[in-house]
């Protein structure tokens, strides 16, 4: 049974500090791996997606790493912003499924 | 192109009531996911449904159901209203495989 993890819960940075966000997964036969973001409120908005053939994705400010050897997958923000502020999910999904294992997230605050 | 889209956004129900929510997925999309997020249990998985086929079910109980038609449009339905059941429901839709994009979420809130 897939188990994702992210610690720390909450994050609270000055700007334009570079972070490094972590996900923990128990199955290494995971199909790929979602990262998200959630505003209060609101839906999720996906960030990035890496298939577990790959290694990494890059979007902008944002780079997504994974490690199925590990059970890690890592996501990148450089240079954040107030804007960055949100709460960052990742998911995983195991083949046959769509079904997605959330992490619990991990809130992010940036302070001016 | 537009996104998923899920009605009503809010909705106030009273204990013992029945809801029917509604999610709309981006065109071409086949596959639609429902999930429910509480502060105490996050994200957790409901029911999946491709090509109106129910492939896979989470931990509910038989008060939540689901179906899909033809246009690939989904509802969830949950009878016999509980407290607990106030949470924010989230509707996902892909192709089957690859990424998965969320709806903004419809708001139930159980008096």
């Known amino acids: 049974k897939q188990e994702v993890t992210q610690i720390p819960a909450a994050l609270s940075v000055p700007e334009g500090e570079n972070l490094v966000l972590n996900c923990s997964f128990t199955?290494?036969?995971?199909?790929?791996l979602q990262w998200f973001r959630q505003d209060p409120g609101k839906g999720l908005t996906s960030l990035l997606l890496i298939q577990s053939s790959q290694r990494e994705q890059t979007s902008g400010r944002l780079n997504a790493s994974l490690d199925k050897s590990s059970g890690r997958s890592t996501l990148y923000i450089a240079a954040s912003q107030p804007g960055d502020s949100a709460t960052y999910l990742c998911a995983g999904k195991q083949g046959g499924s769509e079904k997605l294992v959330f992490g619990k997230g991990m809130k992010l605050t940036v302070n001016p | 192109k537009a996104g998923v889209t899920q009605t009503p956004r809010y909705l106030i129900k009273t204990r013992g009531q029945q809801v029917t929510l509604s999610c709309s997925p981006i065109?071409?999309?086949?596959?639609v996911s429902w999930y429910q997020q509480t502060p105490g249990q996050g994200l957790q998985f409901l029911f999946e449904?491709?090509?109106?086929?129910?492939?896979n079910k989470g931990n509910f109980p038989g008060r939540f159901s689901g179906r899909q038609f033809s246009n690939s449009r989904s509802e969830m339905n949950v009878s016999t209203l509980e407290l607990g059941d106030s949470a924010l429901y989230l509707c996902?839709?892909?192709?089957?495989?690859?990424?998965?994009?969320f709806g903004q979420g419809t708001r139930l809130t159980v008096v």
């Open positions: 199955d290494s036969a995971i199909y790929n």
């Open positions: 065109s071409g999309h086949r596959s």
């Open positions: 449904y491709f090509s109106e086929t129910q492939r």
């Open positions: 996902a839709s892909s192709l089957g495989w690859g990424e998965a994009f």
